[in-house]
């Protein structure tokens, strides 16, 4: 395991989200017509095996997740709880806040669309910090997932011993809710961006 300063780790990391979360609102707010705020309260790095135990207190998940190749590898995840995930259904498709139900074809297709934009904006942000190069494959959408981290990567996840986890909050016209980025690089990939810390 690389050895880490954790003053240099925490201002890197609140960088990455401070650049991903403008970005993401960019993009968004330019798609969308509307005014998108985007922001991260909260990021921090923790225990693999401790996701599963955090999520099972707020219910299953649902979102997408990218496979990631190149200088690192592994999977890059945007989650929402399934109220957050119907409010940003209704709030990115403009219809009145609670009028979504469940996640149908269509509010799939604008789930995928907007994590793979959310998505790689955190990821460029941390590619630029780090100067890296990873290419991404097609977002996947993940729907009603209990155990986000096992679940997502599967008999991969056994490679993964940290994960930084971007909480990211999202206004749009009045309506906010909150995801979570979760970077779940394999141990090498880690080690390789925190000796560069």
């Known amino acids: 395991m690389a050895k880490k300063d954790p003053t240099n780790e925490i201002f890197l990391l609140q960088k990455i989200g401070k650049a991903g979360s403008k970005s993401a609102g960019s993009a968004l707010t330019s798609m969308l017509k509307k005014k998108v705020d985007a922001s991260t309260p909260d990021i921090q790095v923790l225990p693999a095996k401790s996701i599963d135990i955090m999520f099972e207190k707020s219910g299953p998940q649902t979102g997408v997740v990218l496979n990631l190749a190149g200088d690192v590898s592994g999977a890059l995840a945007l989650l929402f709880g399934r109220q957050d995930a119907l409010g940003m259904i209704d709030a990115l498709s403009g219809n009145k806040e609670g009028s979504t139900r469940f996640v149908g074809e269509y509010n799939q297709s604008v789930l995928k669309e907007v994590g793979n934009i959310v998505c790689n904006a955190y ?20 729907y009603n997932l209990s155990q986000p981290f096992s679940g997502l990567l599967g008999q991969a996840a056994e490679n993964v011993q940290e994960v ?5 909050s999202f206004e749009v016209e009045g309506v906010r809710s909150r995801g979570k980025i979760l970077f779940l690089f394999d141990e090498k990939s880690f080690d390789k961006l925190m000796s560069k810390v």
């Open 123 to 142: 990821l460029n942000a941390l590619c630029a910090t780090f100067r890296l190069t990873v290419k991404t494959e097609p977002p996947q959408l993940i």
């Open 164 to 168: 930084i986890m971007i909480e990211t």
